[in-house]
């Protein structure tokens, strides 16, 4: 039974993939449970399908009863969800293995969402190919979540947009801090030993996102998106590429660049009127240029060299780039 199958039913299957071991699955798919049972989307119930039993191990330590763990074999996944639904979960948080194996891709057919969290790392991001390639061939729907990140680091934000050309990148960075493994292990989370902490804040933040994509999801909340006037679309989003364009008719009574007041052309005196037929006259020259060289040419606006009879001490053109040093 896939996730399309499932219609209308009120269990939203979440699944944590990567083949990268330490990209942070167990972290990230444990705080996202806990989360969601602090604001009230529960009841959550866990799935472990990784064989080192990360998750099992975290669920044994901890004192609270939510979310609840379910012990499940993937041969048997829909069999479960299906009674996991029954009995009134309404999220169900998966973790799999740090592997492409045949149990990511089973498991990843039965997911309404699948969360690649990913370190900002070239290792990292070469890993997430593969289990990229498995979410596309089944169409499910895939966010990427930049985890323990450095804060300020460029590799972060280059990270973010390399991902971003293969899905859709979680707003909110889990930021590289101590608190997130000393957290877990008695079984909590950050959220839970100091909600105002950064990281506390940072996993509340995360979850609320996933909370409205999953409403999104559900139709329980509705994508209104009001169309912008058509002035502030082109001034705003296509400028420069189009927003400059002017409509035929203003091309037609545009005046011509060389009539237009104060221009002039090369080695000519500049027109001052407001189009053909004006005639041309050579303003006086300033006050302080009357016993100069100055020749008529208003070099403000066309740049024809120095006066006549000057040397020309304009630098030569040089190429863009680095400079060739004698």
């Known amino acids: 039974m896939s996730s399309d199958d499932r219609v209308g039913s009120a269990a939203q299957v979440v699944v944590f993939a990567s083949q990268k071991g330490g990209s942070g699955k167990t972290t990230v798919s444990a705080h996202m449970a806990v989360e969601a049972e602090r604001a009230g989307y529960g009841p959550v119930?866990?799935?472990d399908t990784d064989p080192q039993g990360?998750?099992?191990?975290?669920?044994?330590?901890?004192?609270?009863?939510?979310?609840?763990?379910?012990?499940?074999?993937?041969?048997?996944?829909?069999?479960?969800?299906?009674?996991?639904?029954?009995?009134?979960?309404?999220?169900?948080?998966?973790?799999?293995?740090?592997?492409?194996?045949?149990?990511?891709?089973?498991?990843?057919?039965?997911?309404?969402l699948v969360v690649i969290p990913t370190r900002p790392s070239p290792h990292d991001l070469r890993a997430v190919g593969p289990t990229?390639?498995?979410?596309?061939?089944?169409?499910?729907?895939?966010?990427?979540?930049?985890?323990?990140?450095?804060?300020?680091?460029?590799?972060?934000?280059?990270?973010?947009?390399?991902?971003?050309?293969?899905?859709?990148?979680?707003?909110?960075?889990?930021?590289?801090?101590?608190?997130?493994?000393?957290?877990?292990?008695?079984?909590r989370t950050v959220g839970e030993v100091n909600p105002d902490s950064r990281s506390g804040m940072e996993?509340?933040?995360?979850?609320?996102?996933?909370?409205?994509?999953?409403?999104?999801?559900?139709?329980?909340?509705l994508d209104v998106i009001d169309r912008p006037p058509r002035r502030t679309f082109e001034d705003d989003i296509l400028s420069p590429a189009t927003a400059g364009m002017s409509?035929?008719?203003?091309?037609?009574?545009?005046?011509?660049?060389?009539?237009?007041?104060?221009?002039?052309?090369?080695?000519?005196?500049?027109?001052?009127?407001?189009?053909?037929g004006v005639a041309v006259t050579e303003p006086d020259p300033p006050a302080e240029a009357v016993n100069s060289n100055w020749d008529g040419v208003e070099r403000r606006r066309a740049d024809t060299g120095p006066p006549r009879g000057q040397p020309d001490r304009r630098r030569s053109h040089q190429s863009f780039g680095r400079r060739h040093l004698a």
């Open 54 to 112: 990360s998750m099992t191990k975290w669920w044994n330590a901890r004192a609270s009863a939510t979310p609840a763990f379910a012990q499940i074999s993937v041969l048997d996944l829909a069999r479960d969800i299906a009674m996991l639904e029954a009995a009134g979960y309404r999220l169900i948080v998966i973790d799999t293995p740090p592997a492409v194996t045949s149990t990511i891709a089973e498991v990843i057919i039965h997911a309404d």
């Open 247 to 276: 409509s035929q008719a203003e091309v037609e009574d545009e005046i011509p660049l060389e009539d237009r007041p104060g221009y002039a052309l090369s080695g000519l005196a500049p027109r001052f009127g407001t189009g053909a």
């Open 45 to 47: 119930a866990l799935i």
């Open 132 to 187: 990229v390639d498995i979410v596309q061939m089944q169409g499910k729907p895939l966010v990427f979540v930049v985890n323990s990140a450095t804060a300020r680091a460029r590799i972060t934000g280059e990270t973010a947009v390399a991902l971003s050309q293969h899905g859709t990148v979680a707003p909110v960075t889990l930021h590289h801090r101590v608190d997130f493994a000393a957290s877990m292990i008695d079984g």
């Open 203 to 221: 996993s509340a933040r995360l979850w609320a996102y996933f909370e409205d994509r999953l409403m999104r999801m559900r139709g329980d909340r």
